[in-house]
Nanobody, 127 residues
Framework: QVQLVESGGGLVQAGGSLRLSCAAS????????VAWFRQAPGKEREFVAR????????????EYADSVKGRFTISGDNTLNTVDLQMNNLEPEDTAIYYC????????????????WGQGTQVTVSS
């Protein structure tokens, strides 16, 4: 199993920025995807962004939800030991618990594609 630990959540004013980090361990020697999902109270979990590295981690791809495209940036090296989510121009609608997820394959945007999850970190954006 992949162990995941998120950090970097907090309270920020609208228009501000936060940087989230996900530390991953115990990965297999295979293609690997780390993704961010979020869930607001009373709403379903939604995809935010993902980063895929193809074994032997010399190739990569990223993908973003339309709601965050142009504002959020996901980054990491090809081993994905640490994956960061830079969030700029934050809006109150971005308020949610953000979860890091991992899959030992080239996963996409469905939560069912991921089998390892972190505990989540709270992001609150005030108006």
């Amino acid at each position: 199993q992949v162990q995941l630990v998120e950090s970097g959540g907090g309270l920020v004013q609208a228009g501000g920025s936060l940087r989230l980090s996900c530390a991953a361990s115990r990965r297999t020697r295979s293609s690997f995807t780390v993704a961010w999902f979020r869930q607001a109270p009373g709403k379903e979990r939604e995809f935010v962004a993902r980063f895929t590295a193809l074994f032997p981690w010399g190739r990569k791809s990223t993908e973003y939800a339309d709601s965050v495209k142009g504002r959020f940036t996901i980054s990491g090296d090809n081993t994905l030991n640490t994956v960061d989510l830079q969030m700029n121009n934050l809006e109150p609608e971005d308020t949610a618990i953000y979860y890091c997820a991992a899959a030992t394959r080239a996963a996409r945007t469905e939560s069912s594609e991921y089998d390892s999850w972190g505990q989540g970190t709270q992001v609150t954006v005030s108006s």
